[in-house]
């Protein structure tokens, strides 16, 4: 970081900020709009959160250990998972709970893996200031597209269940049976990132090139390592997506091939 | 060919002991709810009986292979799902599971011999009724199966068709050294097609009639 060409913000400065939210605040009262709790309560959550990490990562940077930062990764891995459980309840049998805690890790982790020491080649290899924000993004992003998938993969198997009978009746497998709605979920999974790639550089700049430029870094090297990052979530997306999805469509059917009631 | 004894499905079904022999024509009727349909799905293991056994070529039906088992017990339902493709795609689909090369031709034949006037190309999802019935049982013939389970095969057609499309199907598995399941609402059909009477009343057998 260069930190030379950057705008130091004091608290004062970031007060000012709050502007906002007291604009909203006003916008909300008036017209009777019941959400001040929930605007008071995600402005104190961020600011909170966002300063008890920022201690966090200072004291991480600070003393880098290859075991704290492999904890942090683990860490934000293991939420991912407990977030993507917290959002579908009661929709996930345990076998598909379990499919999730092998696809979002497996493939979030070999992407980021990818990325950080195959095409970042960071040193050391347990640098806190690569591999923690890459892990947010990366892991972040391929949450989100298996969220997604899942979503669409419980979706089709009630709505295409007729389908699906039909064609187990018609002598499918299971995998044959279930071809056009793992299709569908895969499909659904990487369409934000695919339209996320189709706009970027036109019609909005990502937020870690932003930062990166921000930060003094000359846009060709922040365009790069946007370049990498965005070929990294994609890959994140898509693997735990796809191993999700070859193992995911089997909890929905018994060992005699009978598609399970849900 | 297919043994069952002391099945009990839920409590649909209650079979102390019922055969169904090879290369007849077996008529099932019985009043709506009596476990007609259940007894089919039970026969090419789209459901599994709580209790008892059913056995199937001297082998326990549990022991088969769920796949293999419905390549060779074709099941064709009452109300069977038409795939929102073209005719053709519909025809491809079932052979593709089957692992059968089938040519325009050979599915252009089987269309006529159901009565289906419209091209492989035509949209399935706009036929009526009747016609998509006759699609799904063209479906089923295409395929190479030992023994054909058929759930009302004619239930959305006119008398006419109907004796039309059944006597088309006996023809079929006659031709082919073939054996025959079907449930039908009408014991005239059944006598006029069947070799055998199962009649199913509450979930149990109340009689096996010989019709030859």
Known sequence: ?262 | MFRLKEVKYKDILNIDDLTIKQGKITCIVGESGAGKSTLLKLLNKMISPDEGEIVYKDKKLKDYDAVALRKSVIYLSQKPYIYKKTIKDNLMKAASFHRLNVTDETMEKMLKQVKLTQSLGHDASKLSGGEAQRLALARVMLLKGEVYIMDEPSSALDDETEDLVISMVVDFVKKNQLSLVMITHSKAVAKKYGDILIEIAKGEVKGVESLE
Do not use: C
């Open chain 1, 1 to 262: 970081m260069n930190n030379d060409t950057i705008i130091q913000l004091s608290v004062w400065q970031v007060l000012f900020g709050y502007v906002f939210v007291v604009f909203i605040l006003w916008i909300l009262n008036r017209r009777g709009i019941k959400r001040e709790k929930t605007l008071i309560l995600a402005t104190l959550r961020m600011t909170v959160q966002l300063v008890v990490m920022g201690l966090l990562l200072t004291a991480i940077f600070d003393n880098p250990s290859p075991f704290v930062t492999f904890g942090v990764v683990l860490l934000m891995v293991g939420f991912s998972v407990l977030t993507v459980f917290r959002k579908f309840k009661d929709d996930l049998t345990p076998s598909l709970k379990k499919v999730i805690m092998l696809s979002l890790p497996t493939g979030g982790l070999i992407a980021l893996f990818y990325f950080v020491f195959i095409v970042v080649q960071i040193e050391p290899y347990y640098n806190p200031q690569y591999l923690i924000p890459m892990t947010g993004m990366i892991i972040g992003n391929s949450m989100t597209g298996l969220t997604l998938g899942i979503h669409t993969l419980l979706n089709k198997f009630t709505d295409q269940k007729d389908e699906v009978i039909e064609s187990l009746v018609l002598g499918a497998t299971p995998k044959e049976a279930s071809h056009d709605i793992i299709n569908q979920a895969f499909d659904s999974a990487i369409m934000p990132t695919l339209n996320n790639m189709l706009g970027m550089g036109i019609i909005f700049l990502p937020g870690m090139m932003t930062g990166q430029i921000l930060s003094g870094v000359v846009p060709t090297t922040a365009i790069m390592y946007q370049i990498g990052v965005m070929l990294g979530i994609l890959g994140g997306v898509s693997l735990s997506t796809y191993i999700f999805l070859i193992f995911g469509y089997k909890t929905f059917f018994n060992q005699d091939s009978q598609l399970i009631d849900g």
